[in-house]
């Protein structure tokens, strides 16, 4: 998924879920940050202090993305949660390993994810973990049916493209692999893109897309993103109402049907190529008052001047240098960026560490 759900769809959802608009916005913020936050290791302090943060992302065309490390802890616990064939703890789906950490929507993993979020609800990062999580949540309908690992699993063709809404992210990946990449008609496109939906471009993502393609066993799949896409808010709705009472069994409606009926007409409406062009028109619905909750005027910044890493630390970098050096505030530790740092630690850590497992998933 891209900044029009992540952030846009987000924000709605926490509003309609009963959130005010100062925590419907941190919920929002962070769900977005997730893949912005590329940066990773020391920061450094003029009074002596550090902290040490971890990225939740790398771009697309990033080597690091072929590094097998960086995709157990990026792609696996962020972007690709492993689905375990959507199967209960202690069991197993059929074949290799690997089907065991292909993506699939709403699994038991994606639940335990969500109701670990909401146990730990009271720490000072709650909110912003929540955003997290609600990051990954929504990623497994997106994601599903592929891996945050390279892997032939990733392997499709035959991809239903007439209208070629990638046709630009092609002469990057010539650029990228040079004579070596070859996307002629039949060829398996993930042989070039073997990690995650790298193969399937930005299909995955695109709200409004309904799509077809032939994976790696040779079952023919459809999508139709703006139905998957429709449950995923509902989905991520119930899951902030259950935060919001601190139970995570508790029995919750979910979206209202005026909200759900209007956020799947925009998902399924507005057509733009580009997320950030969509994201705009999401804003302007919020803004608007098309919703439940009263209009507000909503943004979002990643870095430079408005960004929570600019308030916070003073920067209008992109890309930080080990050598940096930035002035200490008490305000630091309270701070929303390092906040949000603070839980995507916590976050990958029970991932990894105390979920995963028990399905008998080991990964970094």
Not at 177 to 198: I, R, T, Y
Request: charged share 25%.
């Amino acid at each position: 998924m891209q900044i029009d759900f992540h952030h846009g769809v987000t924000y709605t959802v926490a509003r309609v879920a009963g959130f005010a608009h100062r925590d419907a916005e941190t919920v929002a913020y962070c769900a977005q940050y997730v893949d912005d936050a590329t940066n990773a290791g020391a920061i450094r302090f003029d009074n002596g202090a550090m902290y040490s943060r971890i990225s939740s992302a790398h771009k697309m065309l990033d080597y690091r993305n072929f590094e097998k490390l960086a995709n157990h802890f990026v792609w696996i616990p962020f972007h690709f949660l492993p689905g375990n064939g959507g199967m209960e703890p202690g069991e197993n789906p059929d074949g290799s390993f690997v089907e065991k950490i292909i993506c699939r929507p709403n699994s038991y993993v994606a639940q335990d994810m969500v109701r670990t979020c909401i146990e730990d609800r009271n720490t000072l990062y709650g909110l912003h973990r929540l955003g997290i999580t609600m990051h990954v949540y929504a990623d497994t309908w997106a994601h599903q049916g592929f891996a945050g690992v390279v892997h032939n699993v990733n392997n499709i063709r035959a991809l239903d493209d007439n209208d070629r809404p990638d046709a630009g992210f092609w002469g990057k990946l010539k650029d990228f692999f040079g004579d070596s990449f070859d996307e002629s008609a039949g060829k398996f496109v993930g042989d070039s893109l073997p990690l995650g939906h790298g193969a399937a471009l930005s299909y995955p993502d695109r709200p409004y897309l309904k799509w077809n393609y032939e994976d790696s066993h040779g079952n023919i799949v459809r999508r139709d993103n703006t139905k998957d896409f429709s449950e995923a808010a509902n989905e991520m709705c119930k899951a902030m109402q259950r935060y919001r009472v601190g139970n995570p069994g508790a029995n919750v409606p979910g979206l209202p049907v005026n909200d759900r009926d209007k956020i799947t007409n925009l998902l399924g409406s507005i057509k733009d190529e580009d997320g950030h062009d969509r994201h705009r028109k999401w804003l302007r619905a919020i803004s608007n008052g098309d919703f439940s909750f009263p209009p507000v005027k909503l943004e979002y910044k990643a870095k430079g001047v408005g960004s929570w890493k600019h308030q916070t630390l003073g920067t209008r970098k992109i890309i930080d240098k080990k050598s940096d050096i930035f002035p200490y505030a008490p305000s630091f530790l309270s701070s929303d960026w390092k906040l949000f740092h603070d839980a995507i630690q916590a976050h990958r850590l029970t991932v990894i560490r105390d979920i995963l497992p028990l399905y008998g998933i080991c990964a970094a």
